[in-house]
């Protein structure tokens, strides 16, 4: 019989598994540590063991709060849910059951930073890595590269590395066993009859999580060091 692969993301000297994603999967759901180690029959120390030993590779992943009227809690930090992101993506690449698509969207350069530059599209400005002295650039977004929110819980933009975010609505929805392909029409900052497209590949956990459907209001995010652009010659 073929071993099943095992996927797995190596940080420093950490190894983060899928018994780790379950663990940020179930602090999340749970709302504590103690109700993750109930659900998961883990061990209630040896759970937060780990998340001290990932905590210290990694950065904060649980935010914990005290007393108050519902006791306290945990939530999970905007750290751990790009880690999750991460995860998510190698495990679609590697069970290979989706294409990766591209979005292309092309404007002016209109400010730099370093090999970071903001450029102007129809969708609003984009913070992409763009080759010197380019006046207009074609700005290639994939798929995989695509993190989704629900519009009440964007992370805030002090707490991510994530600096490009954009407002649309879930077109169409297409599902495989593990891994589904999202269009969302994105909404324009200028007039624009034809709209623009961004397509997304996100786990099944998350098309569930998110209540991904045709008609859904979600928010797209994408890193500037994951948006590539090209100069457009004219």
């Given at each position: 019989?073929?071993?099943e692969f095992d996927p797995y993301l190596r940080i420093d000297d950490v190894t983060?598994?899928?018994?780790?994603?379950?663990?940020?999967?179930?602090?999340?759901?749970?709302?504590?540590?103690?109700?993750?180690?109930?659900?998961?029959?883990?061990?209630?120390?040896?759970?937060?063991?780990?998340?001290?030993?990932?905590?210290?590779?990694?950065?904060?992943?649980?935010?914990?709060?005290?007393?108050?009227?519902?006791?306290?809690?945990?939530?999970?930090t905007g750290t751990a849910k790009d880690l999750l992101s991460r995860f998510d993506?190698?495990?679609?690449?590697?069970?290979?059951?989706?294409?990766?698509?591209?979005?292309?969207?092309?404007?002016?350069?209109?400010?730099?930073?370093?090999?970071?530059?903001?450029?102007?599209?129809?969708?609003?400005?984009?913070?992409?890595?763009?080759?010197?002295?380019?006046?207009?650039?074609?700005?290639?977004?994939?798929?995989?590269?695509?993190?989704?929110?629900?519009?009440?819980?964007?992370?805030?933009?002090?707490?991510?590395?994530v600096r490009n975010r954009f407002s649309g609505t879930v077109s169409w929805l297409?599902?495989?066993?593990?891994?589904?392909?999202?269009?969302?029409?994105?909404?324009?900052?200028?007039?624009?009859?034809?709209?623009?497209?961004?397509?997304?590949?996100?786990?099944?956990?998350?098309?569930?999580?998110?209540?991904?459907?045709?008609?859904?209001?979600?928010?797209?995010?994408?890193?500037?060091?994951?948006?590539?652009?090209?100069?457009?010659?004219?």
């Open positions: 019989m073929e071993k983060v598994d899928r018994s780790d994603v379950e663990m940020l999967h179930a602090i999340d759901d749970c709302g504590s540590l103690s109700g993750a180690a109930d659900a998961l029959e883990r061990s209630y120390p040896r759970l937060q063991q780990r998340v001290v030993a990932l905590e210290e590779a990694i950065g904060p992943l649980v935010e914990r709060t005290r007393g108050g009227a519902d006791g306290g809690g945990s939530s999970l993506r190698l495990v679609a690449a590697y069970e290979g059951v989706a294409r990766v698509d591209e979005t292309v969207l092309t404007g002016p350069v209109v400010d730099r930073d370093g090999e970071l530059a903001t450029v102007e599209t129809d969708v609003g400005a984009i913070l992409a890595v763009v080759p010197a002295d380019t006046v207009t650039a074609a700005v290639t977004i994939r798929s995989d590269a695509v993190s989704l929110h629900a519009p009440s819980d964007v992370p805030r933009a002090e707490g991510t590395s297409e599902a495989g066993d593990a891994v589904a392909r999202v269009g969302i029409e994105l909404e324009a900052d200028v007039d624009d009859d034809g709209g623009t497209e961004l397509v997304a590949l996100v786990t099944r956990r998350s098309v569930d999580a998110l209540g991904l459907e045709p008609g859904r209001s979600i928010v797209a995010s994408v890193k500037a060091t994951a948006a590539r652009g090209v100069g457009v010659t004219e």
